[in-house]
């Protein structure tokens, strides 16, 4: 029986929120500024493990590719706030383009002089990309392993691209926030962290919501349908291509929101956000929390991401060894994730294993026949 | 006509690395249908054999024989790409056929422990280690009949991982002592220095061409070769084409799925790891080298068509000769007076990032006209 199923005493539910939108408001507080802003990040990359677990746990497309998403999200905030601070500098035009001697802003930065255009470009943007990208992709019904490879090579193609253009957006060195104003603040400052903090922790909650109503109801049916038999999907009527599309590109959404928000915690915005390992560590996030539970995936996030600074801390060479060690563990061991594995069997499997907690006879019949048969 | 030359050889070039690189892919990708993302780390065991062999070669004893090391370190990285390949197949692999999905997760962790396990453990030991691999997957079979169907077999298989285990760190400490270099582990980069007969240049046709390429082509040429007669001519080849084809009836007629697997993927990686001696050629060894050719690899396998070792080979060279004709923008010199917008867009797309992003555009919108490849499989399956 599924979590979900259970029916929480009305109390308990109500109280665990108050908790937890207490501990929100009381962290900043608690907690010093550099572990603080460190779970703002961990929070916000939540987000994007959200849109994984949505297209890879719901509907079983594994998108080696998120990273394109995730730093459009983040490149769109950061030309915003690149150009908005940049009055000081010569020709109005942010700082690095003198360094390529660049007079004239390219074009397509110009929209991004609008807070309003960029509020809206953080997520559609990616969203659209995305669903361009899926659409080509699902049109030709190519699947299973040859998704993930193609995701993998435009993840290249994005990063190739990003890398190698100083002159259109700085290349390889990326985009600085944290020196940038906005509203008149400084973002890198305390009191503006704090705040991120906050937008991010409600952001979290809020893509929760979304992310579950998303999967519920016939919507959320036909994306299991996909992700467990696509042909029966096909044949029954359905056109897979469509819904394949619309979550890719509400995942590329989800991803360019994670996107900004990491990139205005972090203070830089860079082609590293497209690398090959950062998209697969994404995967990780949610196969460890558990694929198809869409808290697993939030969970997944922040503990193996605190896990990662805390181990990469004391010893900086192992954590590769056990970011490698997950991989294998929760594929080989753990399928289900941790979530999906407490929400299971798991618990009660492990106590009749060691006795404390009666076998539950599938098949009590038969179970009598054959110590019958036994005693013969 | 010069300049079309010039390009044809450098793109054969490109090519030919790609799809040494690639030939191991295609086997295992093609054949079992297994995604091993740790292929790009097998390549890079096959070039630090390349660097180890080289010092080994330096030793007084094996000095007079110094020249042909780069020789002897082909089918030494075979070998050692091939037992890791094994030991992969053995634990972790076989767990997961019939879910590509997962295997795919799982060989990228594999990849991640060996690119950490050679920056943290020093070569003389991840040698001494090898051999104890080799010694351990493979003297049990080498025992009598008699002996492999008693009872006791077990208890001789824990004896020869002893003894497997003893001869690796006694062979490891010995690297150890005698060659300073490999008794401490580093995350720096290594160079392998050819030959003196690979050093400089050769003129084919009028145009120059250095050697170590033309050493890479003549590995690949030769591992294409190889492969093919292997499959076409020898009676494991046939097994493993009919398990490709249909892997239940194999089964049914009596071949040894289990064995063809393994034999498979032990290929698969020994390729990859005459690809790492290829690899080692070209630039200085690194954890990482695996990881720049491990997409286009995989891009060579999807564009050629699985399962389909031509498709492999026009791919690979067709990908090199467009990589070669777009990033050093000889379009322009072939037609010097295109307008001015085309020669822009040219222009702007002729360093070497800008190429791959042109080729995977490229491959991308192939792939929308023939989903499957140059040489799709045919079958009457829905999923197909």
Redo the contacts between chains.
């Keep these: 029986m599924s979590l979900s199923k259970i029916k929480f005493d009305k109390k308990i539910v109500l109280s665990f929120w108050i908790i937890l939108i207490a501990l929100i408001i009381a962290a900043p507080t608690l907690l010093p500024v550099f572990r603080l802003n460190l779970l703002g990040r961990y929070l916000s990359l939540s987000i994007v493990a959200l849109g994984v677990d949505l297209i890879w746990g719901y509907t079983g497309l594994?998108s080696l590719g998120q990273g394109i998403f995730f730093a459009l999200g983040g490149y769109c905030a950061a030309m915003y706030l690149q150009i908005t601070s940049s009055s000081e500098f010569p020709n109005n035009i942010p700082e690095f383009f003198a360094l390529y001697g660049v007079e004239k802003l390219p074009f397509f930065w110009e929209p991004f002089r609008s807070p309003f255009f960029t509020f809206f470009a953080i997520w559609i943007i990616p969203a659209l990309v995305a669903g361009l990208i899926g659409f080509?992709v699902f049109?030709?019904?190519?699947k299973?392993?040859?998704f993930?490879?193609?995701t993998?090579?435009?993840l290249?193609?994005f990063f190739?691209?990003f890398?190698?253009q100083q002159k259109l957006i700085n290349g390889t060195n990326g985009l600085k926030t944290d020196v940038t104003q906005l509203f008149g603040q400084m973002v890198g400052s305390e009191s503006m962290q704090r705040i991120f903090f906050w937008i991010t922790a409600i952001l979290v909650i809020a893509a929760w919501f979304f992310a579950k109503w998303v999967v519920k109801g016939r919507f959320g049916n036909i994306l299991i349908g996909i992700r467990d038999d696509e042909?029966r999907v096909r044949f029954t009527g359905y056109n897979p291509v469509i819904f394949k599309t619309i979550i890719f590109s509400i995942a590329g959404g989800l991803a360019g929101i994670s996107g900004a928000l990491y990139t205005v915690q972090s203070g830089i915005v860079s082609p590293q956000f497209m690398t090959?390992p950062f998209s697969?560590e994404m995967?990780?996030w949610v196969?460890v929390g558990g694929r198809g539970t869409l808290l697993g995936a939030i969970l997944g996030a922040v503990f193996i991401n605190y896990a990662k600074s805390l181990v990469s801390e004391a010893l900086p060479?192992s954590w590769?060894?056990i970011?490698?060690?997950?991989?294998?563990l929760?594929?080989?061991a753990l399928?289900e994730g941790v979530l999906g594995w407490i929400q299971g069997d798991g618990p009660r499997n492990l106590l009749q294993r060691y006795g404390l907690k009666r076998k539950i006879e599938t098949y009590p019949s038969l179970e009598v026949n054959n110590k019958e048969g036994n005693n013969e | 006509m010069e300049l079309l030359l010039d390009s044809l050889f450098n793109g054969v070039a490109i090519g030919s690395v790609l799809l040494v690189a690639a030939l191991g892919l295609a086997i295992v990708f093609g054949l079992m249908g297994v995604i091993n993302l740790a292929h790009g780390e097998l390549m890079m065991l096959g070039a630090y054999t390349t660097y180890v062999t080289q010092l080994i070669f330096k030793l007084p004893i094996l000095k007079p024989f110094y020249n042909s090391y780069i020789i002897v370190s082909i089918f030494l990285a075979f070998i050692v790409s091939g037992v890791v390949g094994i030991l992969l197949e053995k634990t972790i692999i076989r767990k997961l056929y019939g879910s590509p999905l997962e295997t795919l997760l799982a060989t990228w962790g594999v990849s991640l422990i060996l690119q950490q396990f050679v920056r943290s453990v020093p070569l003389a030991y991840g040698t001494g280690l090898i051999i104890s691999l080799l010694i351990g997957l493979f003297l049990p079979t080498t025992f009598p009949t008699k002996i492999k169907e008693s009872i006791n077999f077990k208890y001789f298989k824990f004896s020869s991982w002893i003894f497997a285990a003893l001869t690796g760190v006694l062979t490891g400490s010995l690297i150890s002592s005698s060659i300073g270099k490999l008794s401490r582990a580093s995350a720096r980069n290594v160079d392998v220095t050819a030959p003196s007969w690979m050093r400089g240049q050769v003129e084919i046709i009028g145009t120059t061409f250095p050697k170590t390429r033309l050493m890479i082509i003549v590995i690949t040429l030769i591992s294409v070769i190889a492969i093919t007669l292997f499959l076409k001519q020898s009676a494991w080849g046939m097994r493993i084409r009919a398990v490709t084809q249909n892997r239940q009836m194999s089964d049914c007629l009596g071949i040894s799925t289990e064995k063809v697997d393994i034999i498979t993927f032990g290929i698969g990686s020994g390729l990859a790891g005459v690809a790492g001696v290829a690899v080692s050629l070209l630039g200085s060894v690194g954890p990482n080298v695996g990881g720049n050719y491990i997409v286009g690899c995989f891009m060579v396998v999807v564009l050629g068509g699985v399962g389909n070792l031509l498709g492999t080979v026009l791919a690979s060279f067709g990908i090199g000769i467009m990589t070669d004709l777009i990033g050093a923008g000889r379009f322009l010199s072939i037609w010097p007076n295109m307008p001015l917008p085309l020669s822009n867009t040219i222009n702007f797309f002729a360093t070497t990032s800008m190429a791959r992003v042109m080729i995977f555009a490229l491959i991308v919108l192939f792939l929308q006209f023939k989903p499957t490849g140059l040489f799709p499989q045919k079958g009457r399956m829905v999923e197909n």
């Design positions: 594994l080509l049109r030709n019904r190519i299973g392993v040859y993930s490879i193609l993998q090579a435009s290249l193609v190739n691209f890398n190698g042909p090959v697969i995967v990780i196969a060479a590769m060894f970011q490698g060690g997950l991989f294998i929760v594929v080989t399928p």
